[in-house]
C-alpha cells in the first residue's frame, strides 16, 4: 500500500494514556492509515522519528479565539503561532457564554439592529482588530469559517450570553415564557448546526442575570442533543462551594453532562476550598452525574476589566455604564460597593453580586492587559494600584476613567488564583485529579500583554506535573490534552493515534517541551514541538505555517 506520508520510527504516544511503544505511521489523505511496523512501503514523503515522540495533536477545550478565527488565515497565523508552538490542533471556542452568534433577531426583536453593536461591545477586549460580521446565526458563522479557511480544527459550543442577547438584550430580570421558548430555538438551531453544548458565564453580563431554573431548561435540550453544558461558574470566591453546587444541580436536574471551566478558587482566604470542591465533583460523579473540568496552570487569568463592577451597574451594556460612571453620586456607590461588597448566595436578586473581584483579590493583584489607543499604551503591565498611582487618583477613579477613555475596551490580568507562583499546591491537586483535563483559556490578540498561557499552557503542565506519583505519568497528561476532551466534547476519530483517525499529530522532543513565557516576555513560544500535521497534511513545520489545514468540526459531522 502507498502512503501520502509516512513517520518512522518514532515512540508512539497515543492519546489512550497506555506507555509510549515504538511504531511508524502512515498517513493517506486526512486520515491515519495505519501503525506498526511498515518495512518499506512508499509513501509521498517519509519523515524520520528516530529518538522523537509523536502525539496526537492537542486540543484546547477553552479558547476565546472567537473573532480570530474568521480573520484572513495569514494573520490567523500569527496570532495563533503561540498556540501551535504548543502542539494544539483543535480549538473549542464558545466558552464562558461568550461568543459571536447568534446576532440579534432575524424579525428585528428586543435586540434589534443593536444587537451587533451590544455584541461587538461586550466581546471588544476579545476582538484583536475590526472584522466585518457577516453573519447572524450560528449556522452561517461556522459556514464563515468553513469558507474563510482556518489554520487549526475549530468546534464551538452554544454560547448563551448571545442567545439571551438576541431574545431579551441585556435586561436584568428573569425571562418571560415566550422568551424562554425563542431561547431555547435558538438553542436548538445551533446545535442543529453543529455546536457541541452550550457555554454559560455567570460572572458576565447577562449570564450573571440568569437564574438556574433558566439554565436548567435550557440544559435539558442540550442533554437531548448529548451535548455538554460547560459553565463559568457564577463565582469562585466568597460563592464558590454553593456555585459549583449550582453546576451539579443543572446536571442532576437536567441529565445533562456539566463540565466545570477553569476550575479555581480566586483570593487567598478562598484557595484552602479547592479541596472541598474536588470533594463535591467526586460525590456528584459517584451518584451518576457525569462531571469534568479544566484548568490552566497558572496563578493569574486573563479577562475583561469591566469585570470588577457590580451587576447592577453593567445593565445595558458600556453605554450605561458610562452613563453611570459619569454620574458623581453612582460613581461613588460603584466604588464603595466594589471595595467593600461581600457576596452572599443566592447572588441574582436585586442587590445580588456573583464575585468580587477587587474585594477578592486587591488593587495590587489586577493589572492592565491591554489597551487600544497609543497613549495608554504606558499603563499595559500595571497594578490597579500603580495606575493610581501615576494618574494621582484613587484606583477605582483611575481605571473608571481609563475605561471611559477607551471605550470600554481594557482587558485585565487577575492574580491570586488557586496559590502563589513560587507554591504549587492546589494547583497541582487541580492537575492531577482524574475528573481534570488541561486548557489555555488564553489568546494572543496583537495588542498589550497578553497571557503567558497563549503561549505555554499544556508544556508547562508536561514539565511541572509530570513526574512520579502523586504527579502524573507523561501518558495521562497527553491523555488528558487529547482522547478525553474529544470524548467530552464529541469530537469523533480525533485525539488519539489509531487507523481511521483525523491525522492530526505532534511530533516532539519529549525531553525539550517546556514553556518559555513568562509575564514580562509573554510572546516566547513553547519549545519541543517540531512539526505538526492537521488533517493529513503539513500545517507547522520549523515555527512557521506551511498551509492551512484546519477543518470546522461539527457535532456527528466529523
Not at 389 to 405: E, V
Not at 408 to 417: N, T
Not at 478 to 489: D, E, G, S, V, Y
Amino acid at each position: 500500500m502507498a502512503y501520502d506520508l509516512v513517520i518512522r520510527g518514532g515512540w508512539v504516544v497515543d492519546g489512550t494514556g497506555q506507555p509510549a511503544y515504538l511504531a511508524d505511521v502512515g498517513v493517506s489523505g486526512e486520515r491515519i492509515a495505519a501503525v506498526g511496523s511498515l518495512g518499506r512501503e512508499p509513501a509521498g514523503e517519509t519523515i524520520d522519528a528516530t529518538g522523537q515522540t509523536l502525539l496526537p495533536g492537542l486540543i484546547d477545550p477553552h479558547s476565546h479565539a472567537d473573532l480570530i478565527v474568521p480573520l484572513p488565515p495569514p494573520r490567523q497565523a500569527e496570532l495563533l503561532r503561540g498556540k501551535l508552538s504548543q502542539g494544539i490542533t483543535t480549538l473549542l471556542i464558545g466558552n464562558c457564554g461568550l461568543g459571536c452568534a447568534p446576532v440579534g433577531s432575524e424579525k428585528g426583536g428586543p435586540a434589534g439592529e443593536d444587537g451587533e453593536s451590544l455584541l461587538r461591545a461586550l466581546h471588544g477586549w476579545m476582538t484583536p482588530e475590526a472584522v466585518p460580521w457577516p453573519w447572524r446565526t450560528t449556522g452561517q458563522y461556522l459556514t464563515h469559517l468553513e469558507e474563510n479557511g482556518t489554520v487549526v480544527n475549530v468546534g464551538t459550543l452554544a454560547p448563551h450570553g448571545p442567545i439571551r442577547m438576541a431574545t431579551m438584550g441585556l435586561a436584568r430580570r428573569e425571562p418571560t415564557g415566550r422568551e424562554l421558548d425563542a431561547m431555547r430555538r435558538r438553542l436548538e438551531a445551533s446545535l442543529e448546526a453543529g455546536a457541541l453544548g452550550l457555554s454559560s458565564g455567570l460572572i458576565y453580563p447577562p449570564g450573571l442575570y440568569s437564574r438556574p431554573a433558566e439554565l436548567t431548561e435550557l440544559a435539558r435540550i442540550v442533554a437531548r442533543w448529548d451535548g455538554v453544558y460547560t459553565s463559568h461558574i457564577r463565582g469562585s470566591s466568597e460563592t464558590l462551594l454553593p456555585a459549583v453546587r449550582e453546576l451539579l444541580t443543572v446536571g442532576r436536574t437536567s441529565g445533562v453532562r456539566v463540565h466545570h471551566s477553569h476550575n479555581e478558587a480566586v483570593g487567598r482566604d478562598h484557595w484552602s476550598k479547592i479541596e472541598q470542591v474536588l470533594k463535591l465533583e467526586e460525590r456528584a460523579e459517584a451518584e451518576g452525574i457525569r462531571i469534568s473540568y479544566d484548568m490552566f496552570p497558572y496563578t493569574a487569568a486573563a479577562t475583561m476589566m469591566t469585570a470588577i463592577y457590580p451587576p447592577w451597574a453593567l445593565e445595558g451594556g458600556f453605554p450605561k455604564l458610562r452613563e453611570r460612571l459619569l454620574d458623581p453620586n453612582l460613581r461613588e456607590r460603584m466604588a464603595q460597593e466594589v471595595e467593600g461588597f461581600r457576596p452572599r448566595w443566592p447572588p441574582w436578586g436585586p442587590r445580588g453580586w456573583p464575585h468580587n473581584l477587587v474585594r477578592a483579590t486587591s488593587w495590587d493583584a489586577i493589572t492592565i492587559g491591554s489597551v487600544t489607543r497609543t497613549a495608554h499604551r504606558q499603563y499595559v503591565n500595571r497594578t490597579l494600584t500603580e495606575l493610581g498611582q501615576l494618574t494621582g487618583k484613587h484606583p477605582f477613579d483611575a481605571i473608571s476613567d481609563l475605561l471611559l477613555a477607551e471605550e470600554g475596551q481594557v482587558s485585565m490580568l487577575l492574580f491570586e488564583i488557586s496559590g502563589e507562583e513560587r507554591e504549587s499546591g492546589y494547583l497541582q491537586k487541580l492537575a492531577t485529579h482524574r475528573l481534570a483535563c488541561f486548557c489555555t483559556d488564553a489568546e494572543e490578540m496583537g495588542r498589550g500583554a497578553p497571557h503567558p498561557a497563549a503561549y505555554g499552557a499544556l508544556p508547562r503542565i508536561l514539565s511541572r506535573f509530570v513526574g512520579p506519583p502523586p504527579l502524573l505519568s507523561f501518558e495521562e497528561a497527553i491523555h488528558r490534552m487529547t482522547l478525553r476532551p474529544a470524548r467530552l466534547f464529541g469530537l469523533r476519530d480525533r485525539g488519539v493515534i489509531r487507523p481511521g483517525a483525523f491525522a492530526d499529530l505532534a511530533l516532539c522532543q519529549r525531553e525539550e517541551l517546556r514553556d518559555r513565557a513568562t509575564w514580562r516576555s509573554p510572546r516566547r513560544q513553547a519549545s519541543g514541538i517540531s512539526l505538526l500535521l492537521i488533517n493529513g497534511g503539513v500545517a507547522w513545520r520549523g515555527g512557521k505555517v506551511e498551509a492551512v489545514r484546519g477543518q470546522v468540526i461539527r457535532r456527528d459531522r466529523s
